[in-house]
């Protein structure tokens, strides 16, 4: 099974750029690292997914390093409406989400 | 977002009760998950339906009992509960039933047992 490990906060000035760091270094060579994040009161919202190439989309940017040990989600220019708790997450041998506790970040003015 | 809508957003009820949760979504979705979040513990995964099937059954006690009558509905059927089972209780969905596919969630049902 895929286990991921994230810190459990991050602080980030609004309007800066937000890294959030993911070691998963058990993660094998055809498995996909998914990150969700979750505002208070809210369910959990999908982000983004990557195997081994850079991924972006609308949302963020995921940069998976060459040795896919780790990754960094990177939301571009951080509003208040990004603090949450963003979850780095792998797949269970039944290909079903493995949530941690994940990164609580938190974007100050 | 309004794709995946669950009600009751809140609910307490005794130990005795019996109590259903209800799930739509409005995606067109062919799988739906239930999920259990409790206080500083990761989200559990409870159940998952693919077309209906109930698919995966993560040794969840019998006083949950889960019904998918179709593939836009889920429901979470509850009975005789414990003070154990006071949580955030979600509702997602997604085009297919593994965790590769984006999972879309409601907002949750707040439940909590007297």
């Known amino acids: 099974d895929a286990k991921t490990t994230q810190p459990p906060s991050m602080d980030c000035a609004e309007g800066r750029a937000a890294n959030l760091p993911c070691n998963h270094s058990?993660?094998?060579?055809?498995?996909?690292v998914y990150w969700y994040r979750q505002i208070h009161s809210q369910g959990p919202q999908y982000i983004i997914h990557?195997?081994?190439?850079?991924e972006t989309n609308e949302m963020a940017s995921l940069i998976i390093t060459e040795d896919r040990k780790s990754s960094t989600l990177i939301l571009p220019h951080a509003t208040l409406r990004d603090t949450a708790v963003y979850y780095c997450i792998g797949l269970d041998s039944n290909y079903q989400l493995i949530w941690g506790a994940g990164t609580k970040l938190i974007i100050k003015p | 977002e309004t794709g995946v809508t669950q009600t009751p957003r809140h609910l307490v009820m005794g130990m005795t009760n019996k109590k259903s949760l209800k799930c739509e979504q409005h995606l067109g979705h062919n799988a739906m998950y239930w999920y259990k979040q409790s206080a500083k513990k990761p989200l559990e995964l409870m159940f998952v339906y693919s077309l209906e099937e109930r698919v995966e059954n993560n040794s969840v006690p019998s006083r949950f009992s889960p019904e998918c009558p179709n593939s836009s509905h889920l429901f979470l059927h509850l009975h005789t509960l414990q003070p154990e089972d006071s949580a955030l209780y979600l509702c997602?969905?997604?085009?297919?039933?593994?965790?590769?596919?984006?999972?879309?969630f409601g907002d949750g049902t707040r439940l909590s047992i007297l």
């Open positions: 997602a969905s997604s085009q297919e039933a593994t965790g590769g596919q984006p999972q879309h």
């Open positions: 058990t993660i094998s060579g055809n498995e996909y």
């Open positions: 990557g195997l081994k190439n850079n």
